[in-house]
């Protein structure tokens, strides 16, 4: 599984979509690049740091990003946090607790309390 690189600020992940007056969030996808410096995952590993966050929240953080480094040693900060936002964000997106003003905050949020967290290569 391939996640695509996103260049610039890592809370960039969050792509939103103009349709007229309403502003719809949408979450980053998974597919095929060709890029090599996208975070490489399989399905497998994936939902399960996908279900660690939804166990634990902010908590798992920490050991899916020394899982991910472990992996993948020279991914850069920013591509370690949008992996995790882009897992974290579906999450987020079915809590129909949050308006959508207040999803985007909480996931911007979390992609720069993650980038922090994430050590230099």
């Known amino acids: 599984m391939h996640i695509a ?4 600020v890592p809370s960039l992940m969050l792509t939103l979509c103009t ?4 502003n719809a969030l949408e979450c980053p996808v998974y ?4 890029n090599s410096s996208a ?5 497998a590993r994936t939902r399960s740091f996908t279900a660690l966050l939804a ?11 020394e899982s991910v480094r472990t992996a993948h040693p ?11 936002t882009t897992i974290y964000c579906p999450l987020i997106l079915k ?14 949020s979390f992609s720069a309390d993650v980038f922090k967290k994430v050590p230099p290569t």
Do not use: W
């Not at 020279?74 to 995790?84: D, I, R």
């Not at 809590?95 to 959508?100: G, R, V």
């Open 5 to 8: 690189r996103l260049v610039g």
């Open 19 to 22: 349709s007229g007056v309403a």
């Open 31 to 34: 597919h095929r690049t060709g």
């Open 39 to 43: 975070i490489q995952e399989t399905k």
């Open 55 to 65: 166990a634990r929240g902010e908590l798992a953080v920490p050991s899916i990003i």
């Open 74 to 84: 020279g991914a850069s900060a920013a591509e370690v946090t949008n992996f995790l």
């Open 95 to 108: 809590d129909a607790t949050l308006s959508d003003a207040e999803k985007r905050a909480h996931l911007k």
